[in-house]
């Protein structure tokens, strides 16, 4: 039994399955569902979890080469909110796309990582180094 880190069976059979250059989505509580992309639900209520919590909870495990995110974060949210992002993702590259493209992108993943996060465009998909 595990005892630490990650306790969640199916975000631990995601992160096993992300090769080198393969993505994971995290997203927030209102991104659309793809049927054909594995999907694991973690909301529970508003803002628990949080896109950033999740983020935390898998860097340790997860080398991460590069994240992408909507560039419309930039525009809807507060620089308080930007910076905090900012910061869970120093180190990690990092660009911002227009929302349509960035939706291109996730019919690619391994998976997605649902949250209850209530930031408007908090998702992001990352690269895997």
Same mark, same amino acid.
């Given at each position: 039994?595990?005892?630490?880190?990650?306790?969640?069976?199916?975000?631990?059979?995601?992160?096993?399955?992300?090769? *080198?250059?393969? %993505?994971?989505?995290?997203?927030?509580?209102?991104?659309?569902?793809?049927?054909?992309?594995?999907?694991?639900?973690?909301?529970?209520?508003?803002?628990?979890?949080?896109?950033?919590?999740?983020?935390? %909870?898998?860097?340790?495990?997860?080398?991460?080469?590069?994240?992408?995110?909507?560039?419309?974060?930039?525009?809807?949210?507060?620089?308080?909110?930007?910076?905090?992002?900012?910061?869970?993702?120093?180190?990690?590259?990092?660009?911002?796309?227009? *929302?349509?493209?960035?939706?291109?992108?996730?019919?690619?993943?391994?998976?997605?990582?649902?949250?209850?996060?209530?930031?408007?465009?908090?998702?992001?998909?990352?690269?895997?180094?």
């Amino acid at each position: 039994m595990l005892k630490t880190g990650i306790l969640n069976p199916q975000v631990l059979s995601l992160l096993a399955r992300v090769r *080198h250059t393969n %993505a994971l989505v995290i997203a927030d509580r209102g991104f659309p569902f793809w049927p054909d992309v594995e999907t694991v639900d973690l909301s529970l209520v508003d803002d628990l979890p949080t896109v950033l919590q999740v983020l935390a %909870a898998i860097r340790p495990n997860f080398h991460i080469a590069h994240a992408c995110m909507a560039c419309e974060f930039l525009r809807e949210n507060m620089p308080a909110t930007r910076a905090r992002f900012a910061k869970a993702l120093q180190g990690i590259a990092t660009t911002h796309e227009p *929302h349509v493209q960035f939706k291109q992108r996730v019919p690619a993943a391994i998976g997605l990582i649902r949250t209850g996060d209530t930031v408007q465009y908090a998702n992001m998909v990352l690269v895997s180094g």
